[in-house]
């Protein structure tokens, strides 16, 4: 059951590529933000095993692999965000619960924290900083934001990749910009994700050894 007073993203199913009974499905992650007023589920199903897919995800982030979307999104949106990673960064595989994931320049105070990961089943990032500092610091804004990235074998070579943010906010006029700015964003921004990681896990380097920490459940901080 979905929270009261919970909206759903709706877009058509050949936007976001996941059928009704995903959008409804516990994930990991869910439990991190109560009541939350937006949760937007988007789905993919890659040619690749989960094993190819987790060494991209584990590099995510700012001057880091990026978040895999065209290049031209970056250059309109994020003009401070370099070129999405095209190749596995072997210096970045090792990531752990507590980690930070830079998500901006170092004076936006803007990033993920890493609350619960599995390799090659799931990560799941938290943040209350993407927010402009000064609506943090003079205005009062808040948010409880929550990325979950999931991977779940369909056969030996074929995994359904799903992402799902769930977000809280606050005040009311804060809620309002989420759905009338973010909300829309997201119909671009995350489908253009899961092609970008798509497209490499399925078509670039094979991943070598497996990548990244964390074999075993981490409860949430």
Known sequence: MWPRGTRRCTAPAAATGRPPAERAAALPGDELVVD????????????????R????LVQMGWHRGGWYTARWVDRLLFPANRASADRILPELQHLTVGD??????????????????RAREYLVLRSDSHL???????????????????????????????????ARTAPRWVTALCWTAVVPADFVM???MLRGVTTRAA?????????????????PR
Do not use: K, M
């Open 132 to 166: 402009p500092l000064s609506w943090r610091t003079r205005l009062g804004a808040r948010i409880d934001w929550t990325w979950a990235f999931i991977l779940r074998p369909i056969d030996e070579g074929t995994t359904r990749f799903i992402f799902r943010w769930r």
């Open 203 to 219: 078509h670039g380097p094979p991943a070598g050894p497996r990548s990244g920490r964390g074999d075993a459940p981490t409860p």
């Open 36 to 51: 939350p007023q937006i949760v937007c589920t988007h789905a993919v199903t890659i040619a690749a095993g989960a094993d």
């Open 53 to 56: 897919i987790w060494p991209w």
């Open 100 to 117: 930070f994931i830079p998500d901006g320049p170092p004076d936006t105070r803007c990033g993920f924290t890493v609350r619960d990961l």
């Open 190 to 192: 995350s489908r253009d």
